[in-house]
């Protein structure tokens, strides 16, 4: 039997604004395995636990009229976006906003504790984990926007991991939607387990900058060569839509990991399921310390995991 870990996307996010201390420490008492924080940088590079480096949507920024001309629009990962971003400012400047929840419509408990708190470093976090027993599974935003501007965030996870017991091997796990930034990681000693994210769509960054450099004869070669190493399957493809989990108050999120790529030594699982609905892709089987349970079989996918943003999910 394959057992099924409860990881809560980015906290108890049902109940408190994302990525708060709050959200971290209610995911836990609600049966959660693991955390899943999202870290981007700040200018004077400390690694910032926030669900993007766009700050408008999760804090109190835009009601901060000292910071109102840091407002402006530049392009990350192919896109034009305009909003207060983490790398212009220093941790000092980003330690008195207040957090504020993305999705007030969706999430109104959690929007009556707009204000409430701070927003975390990414060691506050890994202090809360510890005194909580979560693990902690940290996904890397936007690394090739962050590192062309002189803000790696590889290096800066191996710095905020050494001399911690995170840095063991498979302590901690990393994940992200650019496959170099994993490589990276690994080859800056943080013997991590590696997920590898893809969306159902396009081209991740990194692999769109190398392609851009490398010109079209050798993207060629590389894609044809990247096809025999194997993907995951695109969400629908892994099992059926059953109605097999019930949030008891939010929703859950299934994001199955895939078989280990011998070659990368990543997981490449399939993301992108995020419905606010008990019916959802499912694959997987077993049960978490909450209680809960899959009926799809894993198949060759591996062990499976689910992503909640309201972590106390039960069977129907």
């Known amino acids: 039997m394959h057992t099924t870990r409860v990881i809560a996307h980015r906290g108890a996010s049902g109940w408190a604004p994302e990525h708060t201390e709050r959200a971290i420490r209610l995911a836990a008492q609600l049966g959660a395995d693991a955390v899943e924080p999202d870290l981007v940088a700040s200018r004077d590079g400390v690694l910032v636990v926030r669900h993007d480096n766009e700050l408008g949507e999760t804090t109190d920024i835009a009601d901060r009229p000292e910071f109102a001309d840091r407002r402006r629009t530049q392009s990350i990962d ?16 980003l330690a008195t906003l207040r957090t504020r929840e993305r999705l007030p419509q969706l999430r109104p408990t959690s929007a009556r504790r707009d204000g409430a708190e701070p927003i975390l470093r990414f060691t506050e976090l890994l202090a809360i984990a510890e005194e909580t027993g979560l693990d902690v599974v940290a996904e890397l935003k936007h690394p090739s926007h962050l590192a062309a501007i002189g803000l790696p965030l590889d ?10 017991r995170w840095i063991a091997p498979g302590a901690l796990t990393v994940e992200s939607f650019e496959e170099s930034a994993l490589h990276q990681v690994r080859a800056l000693g943080v013997d991590a387990r590696l997920v590898y994210l893809m969306e159902a769509d396009g081209t991740a960054p990194d692999l769109r900058l190398a392609d851009d450099a490398a010109g079209p004869a050798a993207r060629a070669t590389w894609s044809s060569g990247r096809a025999r190493q194997g993907w995951a399957p695109s969400p629908g493809r892994c099992g059926p839509r059953t109605p097999s989990w019930s949030p008891r108050i939010g929703s859950a999120s299934t994001r199955p990991h895939g078989a280990t790529g011998s070659a990368s030594g990543c997981c490449w699982p399939s993301s992108g399921w995020r419905r606010s609905s008990s019916t959802t892709p499912i694959c997987g089987g077993g049960s978490s310390r909450s209680g809960a349970a899959t009926s799809a079989s894993t198949g060759a996918l591996g062990r499976p995991r689910v992503w909640a943003r309201s972590p106390r999910i039960e069977p129907i």
């Open 155 to 164: 290096a800066m996870l191996a710095d905020a991991l050494a001399r911690t």
């Open 78 to 93: 192919g896109h034009e976006l305009t909003g207060w971003f983490v790398e212009d400012f220093a941790w000092s400047e």
